[in-house]
């Protein structure tokens, strides 16, 4: 046997030169490895630690040219950082690449060095002395079994701690992602209130005060900017907006106190906010109604730039939509449909085909869909409106009026018989769309269509006592129509019947709102005429504020929040 | 002059492989004002159809080959030929993929979804090792499995592993395989891909913890003989269990086994068992009482691993990029967070409800935690079985490659002196025959 031991293993004094030779070889390799695995290594946290260094300066010095665009000595050293970063980011992955193949070269001739030494090193196999089987397979069995015990306890540990560490556990979420119906029927959280269409969710509003002795006023505040935006009201604390060509800015107020809580500034955009907006005065630059989710509020201004915000004013973002190309200056509200910040941008002619209605992610502020109008400019706001099961995002345009789906932006339905110039907003009441041309017509269309309903879907059409800015509010029944110059005219929501009509003798801007079975109208000079509903106008009250009103009330529970040209009033009662 | 000579071969070697160093990058300065147009983005061709079949026709030859070489040569340098061999294809050619291991995932992801169609390869990939494991023994992990043959080449200084460290650290790969299916089962990730400790070595890059991990692994490696293929490999496991069964299989000594313990620690890998000797009476008993209790403590064992696992399927789940995004847009819309992530803001940019991936994303931890309660009972019927394993009295006359363990590398052949008389007895023929 030791006969065959001999012959079966090299002898390591006959191979003593190859065994030296493979030991060596294997011994350089190692060493020539070595090296080229810290050249590496430093290559790589040249890569991962100097290079990210060098792109933030680039980046901090291409802000800073933003504010010097005419220095050339600055615009040299951006381009040289920029060659340098990109020429040594692709010298390092040449490097990695190379680097790596010659590791694995020097590894391959190190393995097959130490490999031959073994073989050639080898010797023959000497067992120990023979041990006591019983006690030897006795002891393994034992501690084999302790050890599978001790691998369970450890698994059972490992389990424990993961267990143990906080998890969300996604069956468990209650809480909607975004405000539920009911949230937003009890709020006032865009232009309007729910849908837009200018109705409280509460009866027990005011019906008397007076602003010039303070009776049923519970607080007055000054407004920073002037702004045409109406209130917007979410769990105590009102929201507005207001600019002027420099500044932007947004306001929240303690519905409580009238405290102003914070102002937010929305920072020039560099495609929004270094160019001039012209616009008319009538408009403002910060007509447009700010919109709120119960988690942010956000606003946009005449120069496109749109900010989001926090309800601590933390800005979350901001983003230019670019300066619209708006005759008499951007008016359109924003509205909301679950995470969505929906906007019309209207502008232009409708054949340049410039307006775009804009979904926006609320949260991140990327934009979720985007689809372009073939309408001119208009001045309305859009509305989210429950149409059966599922909600649609309606708009008035020159010279569509449109259905979409607000989850994605999908046309539903389309009529032509918008007119120019559209300011007023839709309403949605008694299973029709209710859209009014300036001074020209008012129709009633099915929303349940699809693709052209122009001559299938409008159930009715008028064309007396047409309003210009004000936009129509309805309870299902009638719908009412107020007309700049004071006319309000009531008309039947099933066929258009003019019911009544009644002059003012007043200018409004501000639109109508019902309440329960009375309807508010706030006139320019801030007169509120308080009238119920009936077969005729049969007026209740009248309450001054004593100050100009443009903006549309708000209506939260036992208050009403207006917005004067300089200050902000909450009318109720403090028990409210 | 024949020492020289050998220096002189990697020198040369060397100095080719140096070549590229002395290379000057050159990279042309941009010329913003020239008009200077991008390039328009290439894509490389995707890989033809016929190369799977050759890819499967390759590894049937493998496995054939190593079947004969293992069973009928037992020829240990053509063994080590071809595992280079299969290294250099199925890992540095092929790199990596597709491999027998993962495509475990492949069959399973198609048993548990419909929608998700596995190509045909993947499937002969997963199942031609098998059957030849059920036949021939573990001839797939001695020279054919690419991770098998990079961790079997650094197998310079092997030491014997303890029985009880072996046993206890086996359990790893049961684990790993039980979770692996699981998540594949879910859909949620393919982690023996994604955790493939040598495919960032085939490729020359990948993540750097893979790269750190498959390093570690093999320096492991040259003390500890194939150290992932033991202690962590899945597919191993599977065909550990089927070798149990095979109808032909390794055999130390090629006819009868003299017990002259010549081969005892020639194993690397610790898959030699040793004849025993029977148990004293005393302990014949004890083990006897031990055996029933154990018996009756299975389902047990199988129930508290099953509660056990079950209070981790939520972090299970998280292995789901749809349950992960869930929690991300969860923390971001209750205000825990407040910036966003690549994939929240990818999502938000889709404009789906957040309440439908949230519906998904319940889903997803509905059939993971019913799947961490399988895999806990799973886990713990094993270790009860793997105690009873322990617990029960063998008898071994012989010294014999364990069914299950043995990766049939060959390497145990040439210390047995009956092998010997073999291959004289055959060079004895074949000059005869002349």
């Known amino acids: 046997m030791s006969k065959i031991r001999e012959e079966s293993f090299v002898d390591s004094a006959s191979a003593g030169a190859a065994y030296q030779a493979a030991l060596w070889s294997a011994v350089v390799s190692g060493v020539f490895s070595a090296i080229v695995l810290v050249l590496l290594v430093v290559n790589y946290l040249q890569i991962k630690v100097l290079d990210p260094l060098r792109a933030e300066r680039l980046e901090m010095m291409k802000v800073k040219f933003i504010g010097e665009p005419l220095s050339e000595d600055m615009l040299f050293d951006i381009r040289r950082l920029d060659l340098e970063i990109r020429r040594d980011k692709i010298r390092r992955q040449f490097f990695s690449r190379r680097g790596g193949y010659l590791l694995l070269g020097g590894l391959v001739v190190c393995v097959a060095g130490l490999k031959l030494a073994s073989v050639l090193g080898r010797r023959p196999p000497q067992p120990a002395a023979p041990d006591d089987k019983q006690a030897r397979q006795m002891r393994e069995a034992a501690m084999a079994r302790w050890a599978v015990t001790a691998g369970l306890g450890l698994l059972s540990v490992a389990a424990l701690i993961v267990a143990f560490n906080p998890q969300i556990n996604i069956t468990e979420i209650t809480a909607p992602a975004y405000p539920s119906e009911e949230q937003i029927n009890n709020n006032w959280a865009g232009f309007r209130g729910p849908a837009g269409a200018g109705i409280s969710a509460y009866e027990n509003i005011p019906t008397k005060w007076d602003g010039k002795t303070g009776d049923g006023i519970l607080w007055k505040s000054k407004v920073p900017l002037r702004g045409h935006n109406s209130p917007v009201v979410w769990a105590g604390r009102v929201f507005l907006s207001g600019a002027t060509s420099k500044k932007r800015q947004v306001f929240c107020f303690d519905a409580l106190s009238g405290e102003l809580l914070w102002t937010a500034d929305v920072a020039g955009t560099a495609a929004g906010g270094t160019k001039a907006v012209d616009i008319m005065d009538d408009t403002g630059y910060a007509a447009p109604t700010v919109a709120t989710d119960g988690r942010r509020v956000y606003a946009i201004f005449a120069n496109g730039d749109l900010g989001c915000f926090d309800f601590d004013g933390k800005s979350i973002w901001t983003k230019s939509l670019g300066v619209p190309d708006s005759t008499y200056g951007y008016a359109s509200s924003l509205a909301m449909y679950r995470n969505l910040l929906l906007i019309q941008y209207d502008q232009g002619m409708a054949e340049e085909v410039k307006s775009r209605m804009i979904a926006i992610d609320g949260y991140s502020g990327r934009i979720v869909w985007e689809v372009r109008r073939p309408v001119a400019g208009s001045w309305a706001s859009p509305i989210v409106a429950k149409v059966g099961e599922k909600h649609q995002l309606i708009t008035c345009s020159d010279p569509w009026i449109t259905g979409y789906n607000p989850a994605t932006g999908e046309e539903l339905w389309k009529a032509l018989c918008g007119g120019a110039d559209m300011a007023p907003s839709p309403v949605y009441a008694g299973g029709f769309v209710f859209a009014v041309s300036p001074y020209d017509h008012i129709v009633a269309i099915r929303p349940d269509g699809r693709g052209d309903v122009t001559d299938t879907h409008i159930s009715w059409s008028a064309e007396d006592s047409i309003p210009d800015i004000c936009s129509p509010v309805s309870n299902g029944k009638v719908i009412f129509l107020l007309h700049t110059a004071g006319t309000l005219t009531c008309y039947q929501c099933a066929d258009g019947k003019i019911l009544w009509e009644k002059e003012l003798d007043t200018s409004f801007n501000a639109s109508p709102s019902l309440v329960g079975d009375k309807i508010y109208l706030l006139s320019t000079k801030g007169v509120m005429f308080i009238a119920r509903i009936g077969a005729e106008y049969e007026e209740i009250a009248r309450c001054e504020l004593g100050e100009k009103v443009h903006a549309s009330a708000a209506f939260a529970n036992g208050r009403i929040y207006i917005r004067g040209t300089k200050n902000l009033y909450c009318i109720g009662t403090a028990n409210e | ?434």
């Open chain 2, 1 to 434: 002059m024949k020492r020289i000579g050998l220096l002189i071969i990697p020198a040369v070697f060397f100095l080719f492989l140096s070549e590229p160093v002395s290379g000057v990058e050159r990279f042309p300065p941009p010329d913003f004002e020239s008009g200077y147009e991008l390039p328009q983005t290439t894509y490389a061709p995707a890989r033809r159809g016929v190369y799977e079949y050759i890819d499967v026709a390759v590894l049937l030859c493998a496995l054939s080959l190593s079947s004969y070489l293992v069973l009928v040569k037992r020829d240990r340098r053509a063994i080590f030929v071809l595992t280079v061999f299969s290294l250099l294809y199925f890992g540095f050619w092929r790199k990596g993929c597709v491999c027998a291991i993962g495509a475990t995932q492949n069959i399973v992801l198609a048993f548990f979804d419909n929608s998700y169609a596995v190509p045909f390869a993947v499937v002969l990939f997963f199942l031609l090792p098998l059957v030849f494991t059920l036949f021939f023994g573990r001839t797939f992990c001695a020279a054919v499995c690419p991770l098998g043959a990079i961790q079997d080449l650094v197998v310079l200084k092997p030491t014997a592993v303890p029985l009880w460290l072996e046993s206890a650290l086996r359990l790893l790969a049961y684990l790993y395989l039980g979770i692996a299916v699981l998540l594949a089962a879910t859909g949620s990730a393919f982690i023996i891909c994604r955790y493939d400790p040598f495919v960032s070595f085939f490729r020359l890059t990948g993540n750097l913890n893979i790269l750190i991990a498959g390093g570690c692994l093999l320096v492991i490696g040259v003390f500890i003989g194939r150290p992932y293929c033991r202690f962590l490999c899945p597919y191993g496991v599977i065909l550990r269990q089927l070798s149990r069964v095979s109808q032909w299989r390794v055999k130390i000594t090629p006819d009868e086994c003299i017990n002259c313990r010549l081969c005892e620690d020639s194993c690397p890998f610790g898959a030699i068992n040793k004849s025993t000797a029977d148990w004293p009476r005393r302990d014949y008993n004890k083990s006897k009482t031990r055996l029933a209790i154990l018996i009756i403590l299975l389902p047990v064992l199988a129930v508290s691993g099953a509660f056990a696992t079950a209070a981790t399927s939520g972090w299970l789940s998280r292995a789901h990029p749809t349950v992960r995004l869930a929690d991300r847009i969860y923390l971001e819309q209750s205000g825990n967070v407040k910036d966003t992530t690549d994939a929240s803001l990818a999502f938000r940019g889709t404009g789906k409800p957040i309440d439908q991936l949230y519906a998904q994303a319940a889903n997803i931890q509905d059939k993971t935690g019913f799947g961490s309660l399988v895999l806990g009972a799973f886990m713990g019927l094993l270790v009860g079985l793997k105690l009873i394993k322990h617990s029960v009295r063998r008898h071994r006359t012989d010294y014999e490659a364990d069914r299950a363990g043995c990766l049939a590398c060959g390497r145990c052949f040439q210390y047995c002196p009956r092998e010997h008389v073999r291959l004289k007895k055959i060079k004895e023929a074949i000059q005869g025959n002349k």
